[in-house]
């Protein structure tokens, strides 16, 4: 397999072509950026904690039977991922109430939402990722009706899955970010799931260990985001 050129350079991740068309390379960097890129910083070391932490994740569901783009780790900061035509939506599962809900409904952070809850947002920075419903999904056709069902449904698997493993290792999964994209007419799980884009905090402390350390300037950002894959059982170099 050969790395070739460029193609897109997102705000912590670079993506390049191969000599195979159905493949790209993930690039994971050190830039890390937040409020729709309005904050932005290179934290040393967490390109390759993140694509370290994105392997064994995308591992864990894929044994466990939810289909992802993740093929293999190349090296430290690159992995090998099928080349999917995203949806430009996000889609967010959330355990207990934190950020923007917290803003839009003035609940309390930290209320367990049960049942867990899931909320669609398009993807565009100029507009702050506004969320969308359903409606505005099918009108607008940004998603077919089976993948708006889809998305939802290995949302809510992939929460079965991966909020169990947190528990078990003394943590919260608050909530997470996830999207989607089509290969070959299949829906798969693309991008990333890292302590970037999910909330993660300790469960008896509730000490917040994600990418809100960098919102809020909490420092130890990349030690934090190290400490949840240890737990979880992720091999750092
Ligand atoms: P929110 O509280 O800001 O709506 O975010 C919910 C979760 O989704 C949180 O873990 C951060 C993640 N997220 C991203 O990683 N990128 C995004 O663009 C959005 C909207 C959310
Ligand atoms: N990752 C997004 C950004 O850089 C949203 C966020 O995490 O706040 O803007």
């Known amino acids: 397999m050969e790395k070739r050129a460029a193609l897109y350079t997102g705000k912590a991740k670079s993506v390049y072509s191969t000599d195979d068309p159905d493949l790209l390379v993930l690039v994971f960097r050190d830039d890390t950026s937040a409020f729709d890129g309005k904050k932005r910083q290179q934290l040393e070391r967490k390109g390759r904690v993140n694509n370290r932490f994105n392997a064994f994740v995308m591992e864990k569901l894929a044994a466990a039977g939810v289909p992802t783009?993740?093929?293999r780790l190349l090296d430290a900061h690159e992995s090998l991922v099928k080349r999917l035509q995203m949806l430009p939506l996000e889609c967010?599962?959330?355990n207990y109430a934190a950020g923007s809900l917290c803003r839009r409904y003035g609940v309390e952070e930290g209320l367990r939402l049960s049942p867990p809850t899931f909320?669609?947002?398009?993807?565009s920075d100029p507009l702050g990722d506004?969320?969308?419903n359903e409606y505005h999904i099918r009108s607008l056709g940004w998603a077919e009706p089976w993948q708006v069902e889809r998305m939802?449904?290995?949302?809510?698997?992939?929460?079965?899955?991966?909020?169990p493993l947190f528990q078990a290792a003394g943590m919260l999964l608050v909530d997470y970010k996830l999207e989607f994209g089509l290969f070959n007419g299949e829906l798969l799980l693309g991008d990333e799931i890292s302590p970037d884009g999910c909330r993660v905090w300790d469960e008896r402390t509730r000490e917040k260990l994600d990418k809100d350390r960098f919102r809020q300037d909490l420092g130890a950002v990349v030690e934090s985001y190290e400490q949840i894959g240890s737990r979880l059982g992720v091999a750092f170099d």
Request: proline residues 4%; hydrophobic residues 55%.
């Open 152 to 163: 939802k449904e290995l949302s809510f698997r992939v929460n079965d899955i991966l909020a």
């Open 69 to 71: 783009h993740f093929e």
């Open 119 to 123: 909320e669609f947002f398009l993807k």
């Open 130 to 132: 506004p969320m969308v």
């Open 92 to 94: 967010v599962v959330r």
